[in-house]
Structure formats: structure tokens, C-alpha cells
């Protein structure tokens, strides 16, 4: 675990920075101005925490931690977390417009699992799902509305959004625990 | 190579919780950092669906409603299915020895088991009985352990007091009989207090009791000065009517804590009591009552405290 992986090299992935900007980009031209940011921690809600910032119109911005509504929870186990995330919304998701947003978008099983916690709070009326990398391989039917990069990665290989400590993002990969 | 310990499974995992003592800090930070993220923004407890389809079987062999509901609650907010046997009034009394009695709720698919018991060790022997898929918690068993109340007791101070480094802390009042006080003392000792003080007469003082680290105080007014913490324990009315106390007001008087007992501690002490309280016994009700009582948070963190221990032991291990 948390070795990192030799295909891709970290040096050859996309800069994250300038993937950011690209869905900065998006956002600025397609998201409803009435709709609320959720990120899904803890990539997802740093971007989405920076997007509320970079954003003009300023949206509201909330995170959900979704290792309470995971589906491997019987076979895995709750996720030890030390860092202290916790799911905040500080607005009513009951008739909101929401954009998700996440990372890395992939089986889509955190995705699943963060519509069913944000249902547990009120029935949205839409939500979209904003990522920074597509990287294939769902297992459930979804797409994202605002996406920066397609890009095929090895099934064995976990791509990893990182933020330093000048709220920078870098990417790198690190071999999946099998 | 020492012999692993009962809670914990191959891998080092929570299997069971049978007691604080042995039980690596890691641990415990780990129940008190996932019972955090438990509480929703407003202070109110989340209902989650974790345990959807897991059984809990609440076993009480001995009756305490508060423990009995605080873990209902906590099941039923982590979307299990509980179910409450008050074993008192049943298979016990009719000759059913315990581990049959376990045996026939296992076959009725119990994944885990709330085990109260009059006899220390009691869940632990059922522990050893079970299926790897299954666990206990201990609810209170004899005079031995009550580790979900001294896990609540350590969120409710790490909540307030934020750190346990710089902390004495004085456990006050019948620690021979408590099982609540060797879990606090375990656990204050395991998260790194640096001064842990016993408060109580002599004839409820259990021998050898410094051998865990406590400093013994006889006389309360000395042992709650500068004190950060105050941990009450309740007097058990039974007591009274052996030789070990005199009467309820003369304990009053010598081990009640009163206002101006209390004003021997720090300025910003805090006081714990994990009820049902006696007042005017063990605690007069201004401080019940007071600016500086927790009483009442713990029993609501006693809540998050329960399902994370459920939480921590129902995923996984399959």
C-alpha cells in the first residue's frame, strides 16, 4: 500500500493545475447560478471548496463523507479516519440544485453512495456531477455533466489528488491494495 | 510472542469490546474520533444506514434501562435491527445455562450481542463462543469493566478539554464496587493523563489500587484541589446496608460533592456522573444542575460513543 506505482509514472500524469482550470472553465460557462457545490471528501471537496471561491457568482459550498454509505462496508470495514471529514451542508437540500464534485471518476460506486447520503438530508431537485478525470471502468450507470480529462488508467493503479499546503493540486498514482 | 489479545482479531482488527484494559490507544482514538463524525452540524445525532440487515440482540441479565435504550438508540441509528431480551425474566430462570442461551439466539442469525451480566467475565466467555462474523459489546459485567461508559466519558472530556495531556483528573466515591472506574482508569491511563486521583473512604478503597497509577485521597477537599476533571461515581443504595458506610448523610457530608467542594477544583473544572444520580447523596444538585456539570452530554455522546462502536465492529472481517 501507498507505494507508488511504476505505470504511469507520477512525472508523466497530467498537471493538475491546469485541469482545474479547464473545469473552473466549464463551470463558469454551464452551471446553473442557483446550484450549490458538494464536494465528496476529501479530493472532491477541496475542489469544490476552491471552485466556490474561484467561482463569480459565489455558490454555496457543503462535502459529504460517504464511508457511512459505502457498499463494501460488510467486506472492508469503516475507513479509520483520523483527518476528521465530516459531511456539512449549510444549505437545505430539500428543492436544491447541486453539483457533485469529485475527483477521480471511476466505478462510480462513490458517487452511488454520495446521492443516497445527500437524499438522506432532502430530495434535490437535480443533481449534476462535476470530476477533474474520467477514468472508465463504472459499474453504475453515470456520467458526468463537466469533466476535465478522459484518460484510461491500469485497473491496478489508484489515481490520487493531493493539495499542499498553499492549496496547490498535484496528482500522482499508488498501487491498489488488491 | 504474547497471547493475542481477546478483542481483537489476526489482524489486529476490534472483534469484541469486552473491556479498555489492554486496549491499544490506537483503539480508542479510533471509537472516539469515528463517534465525531457522528453528530450532524446542529449537535444532533445522524441516522445512517451502516448496519442495515445486521441483528443486535441486547442481552441484560441485569436491568439498566439507561445503558439498555442509550444502545437501542444507537442501533436503531445505524439502521440495525435490535432486539431486547430482559433474560431476568426468562430461559435463566427457567435452568438455561448461558452459552445455550447464547447458542439459540446465534441461531436466530444474531450478528451482535449487548452483553450486561452481574458476573465479570460473562461476555467474554460468550465471546469465545461465537462465530467469526460475531461480536459482543460489554454492557457492565460484575465489578469488572463498563467500557462504552468510559469511552463516553473520555469523548465528553476530550470534546471539552480537547487534549488529556496537561489534565489531572479525580474519580470520586465507591471505586471497590465500579466497574466504571476501572474502565475510566484504563482508558485516562491509556490516552496519557498525567495525574489520575481515587477519591473515597477507606472501606470502598480497592486494596493495591495504586498499582494502576492512581494517587488515593481519603479526604476529598485535599484530592479536588486543581483538578481539571471530576469523575462521580453513583453509590449503590445496597451499600449502605453492609458495615462499609455509616449513613447516606454522613457520606453526603465527607463525599458529596457540594458547591464548595467544587470550588476546590479549577475554575473550569468539569464534572461527569454516569447516573442514575443520587443527589443529595453522592452530588448535590447545584452542581448537578450547575454551569460546570456534563451530565446530560454524556448521555447524548454515550449515543455516538455506542454506534461507533458498532460501527467499527459490524464492517469488515468477513
Keep these: 500500500m501507498n507505494a507508488t506505482s511504476t505505470a504511469p509514472p507520477s512525472d508523466l500524469l ?33 475542489l469544490a471548496e476552491r471552485l466556490a471561491r474561484d467561482l463569480a457568482h459565489q455558490p454555496q459550498c457543503g462535502s459529504v463523507d460517504v464511508s457511512f454509505y459505502r457498499d463494501d462496508y460488510k467486506t472492508a470495514g469503516l475507513k479509520n479516519t483520523r483527518n476528521k471529514e465530516r459531511s456539512e451542508l449549510p444549505f437545505a437540500v430539500e428543492g436544491a440544485h447541486i453539483v457533485l464534485v469529485d475527483d477521480v471518476l471511476n466505478t462510480g460506486r462513490s ?29 453504475l450507470p453515470f456520467a458526468p455533466n463537466f469533466c476535465a480529462l478522459d484518460m484510461m488508467v491500469q485497473s491496478d493503479t489508484a489515481l490520487v489528488l493531493s493539495r499542499d499546503t498553499q492549496g496547490t493540486f498535484t496528482l500522482h498514482t499508488e498501487v491498489r491494495p488488491s | 510472542m504474547s497471547m493475542r489479545h481477546p478483542q481483537l482479531n489476526q489482524h489486529g482488527e476490534l472483534q469484541h469490546l469486552l473491556s479498555l484494559e489492554g486496549l491499544p490507544k490506537a483503539h480508542l482514538l479510533n471509537i472516539l474520533d469515528t463517534a465525531e463524525r457522528f453528530f450532524d452540524e446542529a449537535g444532533g445525532i445522524r441516522k445512517l444506514p451502516l448496519l442495515r440487515g445486521i441483528s443486535v440482540f ?22 440495525a435491527d435490535v432486539l431486547n431480551l430482559n433474560i431476568n425474566a426468562s430461559s435463566q430462570s427457567k435452568g ?10 446465534s441461531a436466530m442469525q444474531a450478528d451482535m450481542f449487548v452483553v450486561r451480566h452481574a458476573a465479570s467475565g460473562a461476555p467474554t466467555l460468550i465471546a469465545k463462543h461465537l462465530a467469526p462474523h460475531q461480536h459482543v459489546i460489554n454492557a457492565g459485567d460484575g465489578r469488572h469493566a463498563h467500557p462504552t461508559q468510559g469511552l463516553l466519558d473520555l469523548f465528553t472530556i476530550r470534546r471539552v478539554k480537547k487534549t488529556f495531556h496537561e489534565l489531572t483528573v479525580a474519580i470520586v466515591g465507591d471505586v471497590l464496587h465500579s466497574r466504571v472506574a476501572r474502565s475510566q482508569i484504563h482508558g485516562l491511563t491509556t490516552l496519557g493523563v498525567p495525574e489520575l486521583r481515587v477519591i473515597a473512604p477507606k472501606t470502598l478503597t480497592p486494596e493495591g489500587i495504586e498499582r494502576l497509577g492512581v494517587k488515593v485521597y481519603h479526604d476529598m477537599r485535599e484530592g479536588l484541589k486543581n483538578v481539571d476533571v471530576v469523575l462521580m461515581l453513583r453509590l449503590q443504595n445496597e451499600r449502605m446496608q453492609g458495615a462499609l458506610l455509616p449513613s447516606s448523610q454522613e457520606y453526603y457530608k465527607q463525599f458529596g460533592l457540594t458547591p464548595d467542594k467544587l470550588a476546590l477544583a479549577k475554575a473550569n473544572a ?12 453522592e452530588i448535590d444538585s447545584a452542581v448537578a444542575d450547575g454551569g460546570q456539570s456534563y451530565i446530560l452530554p454524556q448521555v447524548t455522546n454515550g449515543i455516538a460513543i455506542r454506534m461507533a462502536v458498532m460501527a467499527i465492529l459490524g464492517g469488515g472481517k468477513i
Design chain 1, 111 to 139: 458517487v452511488r453512495a454520495a446521492i443516497n447520503e445527500l437524499f438522506d438530508f432532502g430530495r434535490p431537485a437535480c443533481i449534476e456531477l462535476a470530476v477533474l478525470i474520467d477514468r472508465g471502468g463504472r459499474e
Design chain 2, 58 to 79: 441486547n442481552l441484560f441479565f441485569e436491568n439498566s434501562t439507561r445503558t439498555r435504550t442509550t444502545f437501542e438508540i444507537a442501533a436503531k441509528r445505524l439502521s
Design chain 2, 270 to 281: 468539569i464534572v461527569l456522573h454516569p447516573g442514575p444520580m443520587n443527589r443529595g447523596v
Design chain 1, 14 to 46: 497530467p498537471n493538475a493545475e491546469q485541469l482545474y482550470q479547464t473545469l473552473l472553465g466549464q463551470l463558469k460557462a454551464g452551471m446553473t447560478r442557483h446550484a450549490h457545490l458538494v464536494g465528496i471528501h476529501s479530493g472532491g471537496a477541496w
Design chain 2, 96 to 105: 438455561e445455562s448461558l452459552l445455550d442461551t447464547v447458542a439459540n439466539l
